[in-house]
Antibody
Framework: QVQLVESGGGVVQPGRSLRLSCAASGFTFSSYAMHWVRQAPGKGLEWVAVISHDGRNKYYADSVRGRFTVSRDNSENTLYLQMNSLRAEDTAVFYC?????????????WGQGTLVTVSS | DIQMTQSPSSLSASVGDRVTITCRASQGIRNDLGWYQQKPGKAPKRLIYAASSLQSGVPSRFSGSGSGTEFTLTISSLQPEDFATYYCLQHKSYPFTFGQGTKLEIK
């Protein structure tokens, strides 16, 4: 069964950095694009970034472009989100989700999320 | 960017009621739309993909319709476990965008 497990969240000061990980299992990770989606406390869902199956193509939301970098290690079945210059408004639960792959519709499976709190 | 306008933002209903939630896209998105259910403290769960296809394991009381710019999610007979927040998502083009959400509450 498809499983996505995020880790790396925590409390970080404004301006600092944090790297999130998403460990994937139960499917051929290297065949699927992967996404990050976040949800600020009490707010709706916000799409953050996507990386193609081979890591060559990446797209970002305007709110994080230039500060966040998505990457992946297909040999380790792991997705990453490097977050730099963090701001209070980046406080959110971050989810990874599976994207396009073998004829599926994207964001079909999600992890349980990891909480990032940006506060001094 | 494609904007998704979801309505209503909240809805009060009773067990057994039929409810409909609507999403309108700012431009045509074919049928590149999904519907998600989220309960407090949990990850979103997809109910509908490709606007009208029922995700495996999801009860048949959930249905989706629409194409282009107008989409609806219908729950034919509300059950106690259906009280949650619902979101639409367009995935025709990046950035993917969600509707603002509809909180479905018990009357």
């Amino acid at each position: 069964q498809v499983q996505l497990v995020e880790s790396g969240g925590g409390v970080v000061q404004p301006g600092r950095s944090l790297r999130l990980s998403c460990a994937a299992s139960g499917f051929t990770f290297s065949s699927y694009a992967m996404h990050w989606v976040r949800q600020a406390p009490g707010k709706g869902l916000e799409w953050v970034a996507v990386i193609s199956h081979d890591g060559r193509n990446k797209y970002y939301a305007d709110s994080v472009r230039g500060r966040f970098t998505v990457s992946r290690d297909n040999s380790e079945n792991t997705l990453y989100l490097q977050m730099n210059s963090l701001r209070a408004e980046d406080t959110a639960v971050f989810y990874c989700a599976r994207g396009y792959g073998s004829g599926n519709s994207p964001l079909d499976y999600w992890g349980q999320g990891t909480l990032v709190t940006v506060s001094s | 960017d494609i904007q998704m306008t979801q309505s209503p933002s909240s809805l009060s209903a009773s067990v057994g009621d039929r409810v409909t939630i609507t999403c309108r896209a700012s431009q045509g998105i074919r049928n590149d739309l999904g519907w998600y259910q989220q309960k407090p403290g949990k990850a979103p769960k997809r109910l509908i993909y490709a606007a009208s296809s029922l995700q495996s394991g999801v009860p048949s009381r959930f249905s989706g319709s629409g194409s282009g710019t107008e989409f609806t999610l219908t729950i034919s007979s509300l059950q106690p476990e259906d009280f949650a927040t619902y979101y639409c998502l367009q995935h025709k083009s990046y950035p993917f965008t969600f509707g603002q959400g509809t909180k479905l509450e018990i009357k």
